[in-house]
């Protein structure tokens, strides 16, 4: 059971990266996190809102769901969208391997979420969008 969730929608548009990373950060406050272990949360969960903004749509419009969930000391926050899905998902996880090379990508969003978070799982089915699950304990 949950001591508190949240879901937010938002459309594909990058200038809702920042706001997701205010919500997360908002949302986590209530477990006193340290500044490191904040700046970590709102950096994976900016990662996995950019790319659900970047690659999920394919430059169509789209949106983005966030969700989050606190149990004990531990946050979990669900990162998704209903785009176009990782064909690969083995590939995409390679560290500075970027599906939008036009773009500069460095390709180590999927690193900095592992690097960040304690767990991290990724679901994806091609047409049907991709779900990023992290979670971090606390204390």
């Known amino acids: 059971m949950y001591k508190n969730s949240m879901r937010i929608e938002f459309p594909n548009n990058s200038d809702n990266e920042r706001f ?17 272990q904040l700046s970590e949360i709102k950096t994976a969960v900016s990662e996995a809102v950019t790319n659900a903004i970047i690659h999920g749509y394919d430059n169509a419009e789209g949106t983005v769901i966030m969700e989050g969930n606190i149990a004990d000391d531990t946050v979990e926050f669900i990162i998704s969208d209903n785009g176009i899905g990782i064909s690969d998902i ?31 799982d990724v679901e994806s089915e091609v047409g049907k969008g991709t779900r990023i699950t992290m979670c971090k304990k606390l204390k």
Do not use: C, Y
């Open 20 to 36: 997701a990373r205010n919500v997360a950060a908002a949302f986590v406050l209530e477990l006193d996190p340290t500044l490191d």
């Open 90 to 120: 083995h590939k995409a996880r390679e560290p500075l391997f970027t599906g939008k090379p036009e773009m500069e990508r460095s390709g180590m969003g999927f690193t900095i979420m592992e690097t960040f978070m304690d767990r991290m």
